[in-house]
């Protein structure tokens, strides 16, 4: 099976944010799971947005929507451990683009996970994708 094989470009990353491991993070596996890494990403994304003054959902009902999730996975992480999340935009299309994710441990810089989310402008009330708003691409494209 191929595996997945992320790299993104040091100068992509716009944001960054630390969150700690919380104890309610850890698997069975006694590390970092990957559902609460799939969270932590999901807060990450949203505290870039709120820095950049933009709503998830705007008055019209247009709003951002998560088509597929790619992660890769670089080495365990532990509870109480703080991870820095850095966060950036790339390859836009017509509709929407990449959200880009690097997670290290805060401590010691060790990698945790490389991770992007595709995304699409969505119109929540008329169920349909919507082209980016030109307010976005030009402050991000």
Request: aromatic share 14%; net charge neutral; charged share 25%.
């Amino acid at each position: 099976m191929a595996r997945i094989k992320l790299s993104f470009p040091d100068d992509v990353f716009r944001f960054e944010t630390r969150m700690p491991v919380r104890i309610t993070d850890i698997n069975g596996a006694n590390h970092l799971g990957n559902d609460a890494l799939i969270s932590m990403l999901s807060e990450a994304r949203a505290q870039f947005l709120v820095s950049y003054g933009i709503q998830e959902a705007s008055k019209d009902g247009s709003g951002i929507i998560v088509t597929d999730l790619a992660t890769m996975y670089q080495s365990e992480s532990f509870f109480p451990e703080m991870l820095r999340f850095e966060v950036g935009l790339m390859d836009f299309n017509k509709y929407g683009g990449d959200f880009v994710f690097r997670v290290t441990k805060a401590e010691s810089g060790q990698p945790v996970a490389l991770a992007k989310y595709g995304f699409v402008f969505f119109n929540y009330q008329r169920k349909e994708v919507v082209p980016v708003p030109e307010s976005f691409r030009s402050r991000f494209g």
